[in-house]
């Protein structure tokens, strides 16, 4: 069965990942002890929404779903950290054909791949994109920005590394395991 980029299926996990997204975003968080900085649930479920729709569901879902969080809560989505979940939904969402756990098939090798996947998202998104866009945005102090990024990013690698690998691999166990089904 050829997976599609962008279906029917791909336009309704958006609008429901999305949803689903700023819900967890919203109240299943933690506060870190850093302002505007939580330990974020919502990046696990992003992931399982990349590793199954791929990238455009993954670049939609992150971005639409932190703006409408940011919206609920600030009154204004804050556009350098929707940028940057945005990313982290891209680039997850790029293994998607790789780890095509559509299959039933979520090993070891898979499960190496997605995490080391997972870490460069959130490397690239947190350390690097949402700070220098603080910057260059919102001329915040550099001190301020690179730490939140880097506790966001920090707490969204063992998030992800955690719960984004139980959610993807309980998810692959519902599917059927390609080459299982014999003629008798």
């Known amino acids: 069965m050829k997976k599609e980029i962008f279906g029917i ?20 968080s ?3 002890g850093i302002p ?20 455009i569901a993954g670049i939609a879902i992150g971005f639409i779903g ?7 809560v600030y009154g204004s989505p804050w556009l350098s950290w929707v940028i940057a979940s945005a990313v ?20 070891k090798k898979k499960i ?9 998202a959130n490397v690239i998104s947190w350390f690097i994109i949402a700070p220098s866009l603080d910057r260059l945005i919102y001329a915040e102090p550099s001190n ?9 990013g ?16 309980l998810y692959s166990k519902t599917r059927i395991k390609k080459d299982s089904l014999n003629k008798e």
């Open 154 to 169: 920090i707490t969204n690698i063992i998030t992800v590394g955690i719960i984004g690998t139980i959610l993807i691999f």
């Open 88 to 107: 982290v939904g891209l680039i997850i969402g790029l293994s998607w054909n790789k780890l095509n756990i559509s299959e039933g098939n979520f090993g």
């Open 66 to 72: 932190h703006a409408i969080k940011d919206l609920t």
């Open 36 to 55: 505007n900085t939580e330990i974020q649930t919502a990046y696990a479920f992003l992931a399982l929404m990349a590793v199954i729709y791929g990238p």
């Open 30 to 32: 933690i506060p870190t």
């Open 9 to 28: 299926k791909t336009i309704v996990a958006i609008g429901i990942g999305s949803a689903v997204f700023m819900i967890l975003a919203r109240f299943a």
């Open 112 to 120: 190496i791949g997605f995490n080391i996947c997972q870490v460069l």
């Open 144 to 152: 301020k920005v690179y730490l939140q990024g880097a506790v966001a």
